[in-house]
């Protein structure tokens, strides 16, 4: 399981204050985006408090536990200029 994949579950799992791989001060900031409520598949962004370098996951169920923000109001949120990195999970 790589890096990337442990940091997805840890998220999912509701871990909080996780270690940015980015940088030794950074604490890692996460929202979960779902599309449709009815079918409750989205993804998961992952980013860095100091560096703003993040992540996105590819296609994933929510699972009901989860708090997530709708697709369409992503743009409401105050949230900074992410910049995606290419990993494999």
């Known amino acids: 399981m ?3 994949m442990k940091l997805l579950l840890r998220i999912m799992d509701g871990e909080q204050n996780i270690s940015s ?3 030794e001060d950074g604490i890692l900031q996460s929202i979960v985006v779902m599309h449709d409520e009815n079918d409750r598949i989205g993804y998961l962004l992952f980013w860095c408090s100091v560096t703003h370098k993040g992540v ?3 296609r994933l169920g929510v699972p009901e536990k989860v708090k997530y923000v709708l697709s ?3 743009e409401t949120l105050n949230m900074p200029d992410i910049q ?3 990993v494999k999970f």
Do not use: V
Request: proline residues 7%; positive net charge.
């Open 21 to 23: 791989p980015f940088h």
């Open 84 to 86: 995606l990195q290419s």
């Open 56 to 58: 996105m996951s590819g």
């Open 72 to 74: 369409k109001d992503l």
């Open 2 to 4: 790589t890096k990337w």
